[in-house]
């Protein structure tokens, strides 16, 4: 296990983490469980059968008041906030003015406020970009005194009613307040492994409580991080910082679906000259999936080339998908060879390895969508 180090934050489950075996490493500024004794590879199998529970709660929580909050952060986004109805949640971009993307986000229309969670390596950044960013009259307030936990999986939602009644009545991308075991939370039918789950957002003082209990259940395990990362690679979901961050655009990215319909139209958020030109006329290089031949994963910053040897690519996420049963990657390459099936060769140690550009996710979502 690593030595606990003074200058990392822990979150309010650390101690439960390490009474449960987990080896605590340093990730965005804390001391997490990259796995537990079962291993990565049991706890990502795990949470594709029964339910895995994360803790997330190093991720930045983020309340935004104000006479239209929705408004004032489309300033800085990309989605449509003001479509969102009570208890709706979307997935957003912070962008620069070169179109480059500086965060993803999720938000959720609260009723009279939003309720934002960002990364735990951008929070404060993101912060301050709001602050900065955000017309007077918006008031934004850190929720630091809250926790986050994940039960991710296909029990998930049974576990969870046990505890909280009627959050199964929740579909894919809702949230509300409701108690869980008796803790007044925030649930929302969200997540970040492809699977169907939620995320509960608890008084940091309950944390520990409410992740016993759900523990306590015969279909949860405890997850890491590494299992979290091969889970969200499988369903062929971006990690800010490695698949996007400043130099890459939504457009390159794919993920110009996190750019609502009147956004396209209106603009009014950070580099949508670009982004709106970009989608108008294409781009050089665009994010792709890829199955590299053979049994050895392809891991970030690996070269791709052509079938002539020339450059056109590197490898942003890589690693052995466990559902898959083989290795998985994703990368950026030259449009001219992003079609699914166009052959390329992956270069380890001055070798060419022939892989092939497939469609994403690599394992079906299982999202609830009512």
């Known amino acids: 296990m690593a030595e606990p180090t003074e200058s990392l934050n822990r979150t309010p489950l650390y101690d439960l983490h390490v009474e449960l075996g987990g080896k605590m490493v340093p990730f965005a500024g804390y001391e997490m469980p990259v796995q537990y004794p079962s291993g990565i590879l049991a706890e990502h199998l795990h949470t594709r059968s029964q339910a895995g529970l ?16 929705a408004a004032a952060l489309e300033t800085l986004v990309t989605n449509d906030l003001q479509r969102l109805g009570n208890g709706e949640i979307c997935y957003n971009l912070f962008t620069n003015d070169a179109g480059g993307i500086l965060d993803d986000l999720m938000v959720t ?5 939003l309720f934002v969670v960002v990364n735990a390596a951008c929070k404060e950044a993101d912060v301050a970009h709001m602050q900065a960013g955000l017309p007077s009259g918006t008031a934004l307030q850190v929720l630091g005194d809250r926790a986050l936990l994940a039960l991710q999986g296909p029990a998930a939602a049974a576990v969870l009613q046990r505890h909280a009644a009627g959050s199964d009545s929740l579909r894919f991308m809702q949230s509300a ?31 520990e409580a409410l992740g016993r209990r759900l523990l306590a259940e015969d279909e949860v395990a405890p997850i890491g991080l590494g299992a979290r990362d091969s889970l969200r690679l499988e369903a062929g979901l971006c990690l800010y910082g490695h698949d996007i961050d400043e130099t890459t655009t939504p457009v390159e990215a794919r993920l110009v679906w996190a750019i609502g319909k009147r956004r396209r ?6 580099g949508a000259e670009i982004i709106l030109r970009q989608i108008e006329n294409g781009v050089d290089r665009r994010r792709v999936g890829l199955r590299p031949e053979g049994r050895a994963p392809a891991r970030e910053g690996t070269e791709i080339t052509d079938s002539d040897g020339a450059p056109i690519g590197h490898i942003t996420s890589g690693g052995f998908g466990p559902t898959v049963g083989g290795p998985v990657a994703m990368g950026y390459v030259a449009t001219a060879h992003s079609d699914p099936e166009s052959a390329v060769n992956l270069l380890v140690r001055g070798a060419p390895r022939p892989a092939t550009v497939v469609k994403m996710p690599f394992v079906a979502a299982n999202y609830y969508r009512g």
């Open 109 to 113: 229309q609260a009723g009279d406020y």
């Open 177 to 207: 307040e409701m108690p869980v075991a008796g803790i007044a939370c925030r649930v929302s039918r969200s997540g970040y492994t492809g699977e169907d789950g939620f995320e509960v957002s608890v008084p940091a003082d309950a944390a």
């Open 265 to 270: 139209v209106e603009g009014g958020f950070p």
């Open 54 to 69: 994360f803790d997330v709660s190093h991720m930045g929580q983020v309340r935004l008041d104000g006479d239209n909050p």
